[in-house]
C-alpha cells in the first residue's frame, strides 16, 4: 500500500509543536538527533524507515531509500527496528511498517510516508529537508 507524503505534526506525550520535533515528556521538544537514532543522522538529511522483521514491504523500502541515500551527498539512511523501540515509536505516531520519516539537517521531520514508497517520491519529499 503507497501513501503520499505529508508535511508532519509530531503527536507524542499530549504535545503537538507542529515542528515535526520529538516530546521529551515534559513539554519541552527536541529534535531528532543521534541519541533517539541510534547513529549520528546525514550532514543535510536522513531518510528515518521504521521496520519490524517480518514485513514484506520494509524490505523493499530498505533498497529504495538505501538507494536514494547513496544518490544524494549527506543523506543517510537509518533504520530502526519499531519493535525495539517502542517509546520512540509511540513518541512519534508511527501505527504501521513501514513508515518513512524524512529529516532536515537540524533533525526536524519534515516529511512523513505510510507503507513503500516510490523511488522518485523519495527524492521528491527530500526536497524539503535539503
Known sequence: ???GWTGVRVHGHG??????????GRGRVVPLGAAELGREPGERASLVQFSTAFCQPCRATRRILAEVAGLVPG?????IDAERNLDLVRALGIVK????LVLDAAGRVVRRAEGMPRKADVIAALGAAV
Open 1 to 3: 500500500m503507497r501513501t
Open 97 to 100: 511498517t513501514p513508515t518513512v
Open 15 to 24: 504535545v503537538d509543536d507542529g515542528e515535526g520535533r520529538l516530546p521529551t
Open 75 to 79: 543523506v543517510a539512511h537509518i533504520e
